[in-house]
């Protein structure tokens, strides 16, 4: 079965500090994809990142990065230097042979950054 | 690159009361298409997804169903919806990288 966990339901931190938002995955596939979405106050679905499964290495945008482990089967996202603007709910979700190809999404966490 | 248009963007509909919701495809030919619903304080569940024209796969046993009756066009219906119905809907598309999601249709069922 393929599955996606965000244990964290709502984080709140203060504008410039470091968040991480933790994302554990399941799936018996060796090739999937994993994803990050955000979700703004407005509702849309914000595409953040796609990583497979055979790239391990961890990416660097911005504020953003990413740290893809597949000894723990986790995939979180850290946030440097968190802004107001950050706000919003974020997805985890997973995508593979499994799944048909379908994403399946995380129950998502929320971030609430204070100024 | 797809756009993905949704309309209604926002529905309050009576108990009991017809659905339809369309959702048109931009920038791509014979994609698959999804629809998701995110009920309030929830993720995102996958209903339906259309692989073509006519093709509709069911994930979720509902009071739903959906349509592909053209290639970018993609319809989710009631006949008579329930207050469980209610909730946010998006439509869905695979792009380059990722999935590009419609701004979706906030449903409120009274």
């Known amino acids: 079965a393929q599955k996606v966990t965000q244990a964290q339901t709502e984080i709140s931190v203060v504008e410039k500090e470091d968040v991480t938002l933790d994302c554990v995955y399941e799936?018996?596939?060796?090739?999937?994809?994993l994803f990050w979405y955000k979700q703004p106050p407005s509702g849309e679905l914000v595409f953040l990142i796609r990583?497979?499964?055979?790239?391990?290495q961890n990416e660097i945008s911005g504020r953003y990065s990413w740290n893809f482990q597949k000894s723990t089967s986790s995939f979180n996202f850290t946030i440097t230097a968190s802004q107001v603007v950050d706000s919003a709910v974020y997805f985890c979700?997973?995508?593979?042979?499994?799944?048909?190809?379908?994403?399946?999404f995380g129950k998502g966490t929320k971030l609430s950054v204070k100024p | 690159s797809q756009t993905i248009h949704q309309w209604p963007a926002t529905l309050v509909q009576p108990v009991g009361s017809p659905l339809s919701l369309e959702c048109t495809v931009e920038?791509?030919?014979?994609?698959?298409l999804y629809w998701y619903r995110q009920a309030a304080g929830r993720g995102l569940q996958l209903l339906f997804y259309s692989v073509g024209i006519g093709q509709i796969s069911s994930e979720v046993p509902q009071n739903l169903s959906a349509s592909r009756p053209q290639d970018r066009q993609f319809i989710l219906s009631s006949k008579k919806l329930l207050l469980s119905d209610s909730g946010f809907y998006l439509c869905?598309?695979?792009?380059?990288?990722?999935?590009?999601f419609g701004s979706g249709t906030r449903l409120t069922v009274v």
């Open positions: 979700a997973l995508s593979a042979r499994g799944s048909q190809g379908n994403l399946i």
């Open positions: 799936t018996r596939d060796t090739t999937y994809y």
């Open positions: 869905a598309c695979p792009s380059a990288g990722g999935y590009t």
């Open positions: 990583r497979n499964s055979f790239d391990e």
């Open positions: 920038g791509t030919s014979n994609p698959n």
